[in-house]
C-alpha cells in the first residue's frame, strides 16, 4: 500500500493491517478530514452471539470511533430473514422473528464491551433493517429500486457465481438479498447521513451494489472498505477452533478458553495478531512479534491478556492467565478453568469416562473421546488415561477431578 493517508482512521486501518480494498482512497481519506464520517457494518442475526471471525471488523469500528467518527452497527432484522449466499453451498436455515429479536439482544451484549452508544455526534448507534424491510411494498420496490439492478451484473459476482458454478441450487430469496443489502446503504444514507460501508472482501460485491444505488437514487458521496478474509498462518479460517467457534460471550465461551485461544496463538501470527486486536502501540507490537524462542511466548500471553481485557475486563484476563500457570507451569487444577458440574444423581451408578470428556467439551462425540484415549491424548488429573471403559462414581468425585485433552485443553468435573 503505497497511498500516505491524512487521515487518523486510515493511516490506523492501512499500517495495522486491516485494509483490503477502498472504492476510493483519496475521497474517503479527504471526507474524513473534514468531519465525521458515520459507517456501518451490517451483522445478520443468525447465532446469539458473536464469534471471533467478526472481531476483525469491530476492531475496526471501534478504531473509527477512538479517531473521531460515528460507528452504525447495522442488525439485520429484515435481512437475516433471508439470508446471505456469498459463498455458501447451501441455503441457510430461516429464523423466526422471535429468534431474530432474541439473537439481536444478545449481539447488542457484545457489541456495547467494545463501543460507546449514545446520542452525541460520535456515539455509536445501532439500527435494525427491519425499519424499513419489513413493510416494503413488492411493487413499488421493484419499480424504484429493481430496475437499477442488471441481472447479468449479479450474476457476475463471484459469490453468486461459485454457487453456480457448482451447480447448486440458489433460490429466488437469496439472489434478493444482495438488493436488499444495498438498500440498506442507500436508507442508512438517508436517514443519517451514513457514507461509508465497510466489511469482509467477501462482501465486496454487496458494498459496490449498494454504494452504485445510493449514486444513482441520490446522487451521494459514498464508499465501500473492505478488510481481508483472515487465515490463520497453517491455514485454518480465524475464530475456528477444533472444538468449533469461540465465541464472544462469557456463557457460551468462558474467559479462560477464549484467552486460552489467544495464548495458542502460532509464533508466525503473533505480531499480526498484536496489531489488528489489541490497541498496544504499533512499534510494541512489531517487537513483541518479532521475539524467538521462548520469549514469543510472553508476547502470546500479552496478547491473550489485551484480547480478553477488552471483552471481558482486566480482571477476568488476568484469573485466566493466573488459572494457565497454574495448570501448565506448576501441575495444579487451577480456579478458573471451564467446570462441568454434576448432579449426584447422575452418578449414582456411575457415568462413564467417555461421557465425562464429552460433556466437558474436550470431544465432539463418543467416537473422538475413545480415539483421544487410544492415542494417549486423555489424562485424568494429569496422569495417562488408557481406559476407556473406566466408570467415575460419587466417591471419586469427593473432590473435583481435572480432565485433560492434550496438553492445553482441560476442564473440572466436580458434584453440585
Known sequence: MTYHPKSEFLNV?????????????????DAMMAGVVPTYIGYDATAKSLHIGHLLNI????????????PITLMGGGTT????????????????????????????????????????????????????????NYLDFLRDIGRHFSVNRMLSFESVKSRLDREQSLSFLEFNYMILQAYDFLELNRRYGCALQMGGSDQWGNIVNGIDLTRRVIDGQVFGLTSPLLTTSDGRKMGKSADGAIWLNGEMCSPYTFWQFWRNTTDADTGRF?????????????RLGALGGAEINEAKIILANEVTSLLHGAEAAEAAEATAREVF???GVGDDLPTL???????ADGISI???????????SGKDAKRLIAENGARLDDAPLSDAGLMIDAAALAQPIKLSAGKKRHALIRLG
Open 13 to 29: 486501518m492501512i499500517s495495522r493491517g486491516y485494509l483490503a480494498d477502498c472504492t476510493d482512497l483519496q475521497g474517503l481519506d
Open 59 to 70: 476492531m475496526m469500528l471501534r478504531w473509527l470511533q477512538k479517531t473521531g467518527h460515528k
Open 81 to 136: 430473514k433471508v439470508g446471505d449466499p456469498s459463498f455458501r453451498s447451501d441455503e441457510r436455515p430461516l429464523l423466526t422473528p422471535q429468534v431474530i429479536d432474541e439473537n439481536i439482544d444478545g449481539m447488542q451484549q457484545v457489541f456495547a464491551q467494545y463501543l460507546t452508544y449514545g446520542d452525541g455526534a460520535r456515539d455509536a448507534m445501532m439500527v435494525n433493517n427491519a425499519e424499513w424491510l419489513d413493510g416494503l
Open 274 to 286: 498484536l496489531k489488528l486486536y489489541t490497541e498496544l502501540p504499533l512499534e510494541e507490537c512489531e
Open 329 to 331: 507451569e506448576k501441575g
Open 341 to 347: 458440574t454434576l448432579e449426584p444423581s447422575e452418578v
Open 354 to 364: 467417555v461421557q465425562l470428556i464429552v460433556r466437558a467439551g474436550l470431544a465432539k
